[in-house]
């Protein structure tokens, strides 16, 4: 936890706008926290609809992340990934990373990284947004994407091409 330097956004007024949220199934009372956070930061900005996914492992992620953006507003994905004995932490981090980083510029749908990179449970028990955690990743998350996409809003405008 950097414990600085965040912004202060609690909601956004994200009315009539749809969220797409996909979650893990590894590390579940860690994940389904993460998921009714997320959606409880939807429901509290106004949105219209929140879709619902989920899959089994952090790889996995991207794909269905990409099914959600070409039907959503926002897209938010949410799992944990902890660091093992091996280098495979490394190589699910980077797929995940570089996968949903890329489903937003494809599709130009703003896509959160809500997973959670770690070296044990405690340090991710301490970002999923119990009442005894630190942080909330799964409302950050929510609200940083709803927030991109209202900003992807106020900057396209359709009209003639310049």
């Not at 330097?5 to 706008?17: H, I, M, N, Q, Y």
């Amino acid at each position: 936890m950097a414990g600085f330097g965040e912004p202060e956004l609690s909601t956004v007024d994200a009315r009539g706008l749809v969220l797409g949220v996909v979650a893990t199934r590894w590390y579940a009372e860690l994940t389904e926290q993460m998921l009714a956070r997320a959606v409880e930061a939807a429901v509290t900005s106004g949105v219209a609809d929140v879709v619902t996914a989920r899959v089994v492992g952090a790889v996995e992620l991207p794909v269905v992340a990409q099914a959600l953006a070409r039907r959503c507003d926002a897209v938010v994905a949410l799992g944990v990934v902890v660091r093992g004995e091996t280098a495979h932490f490394e190589h699910v981090c980077r797929v995940v990373t570089d996968g949903l980083g890329r489903v937003a510029l494809d599709t130009g749908t703003p896509v959160a990284h809500g997973v959670l990179t770690v070296d044990t449970l405690e340090q991710a028990h301490q970002r999923a947004g119990f009442a005894d955690s630190a942080e909330d990743k799964g409302w950050g998350a929510a609200i940083a994407a709803l927030d991109a996409a209202l900003a992807v809003r106020s900057v396209w405008q359709p009209g003639p091409a310049r």
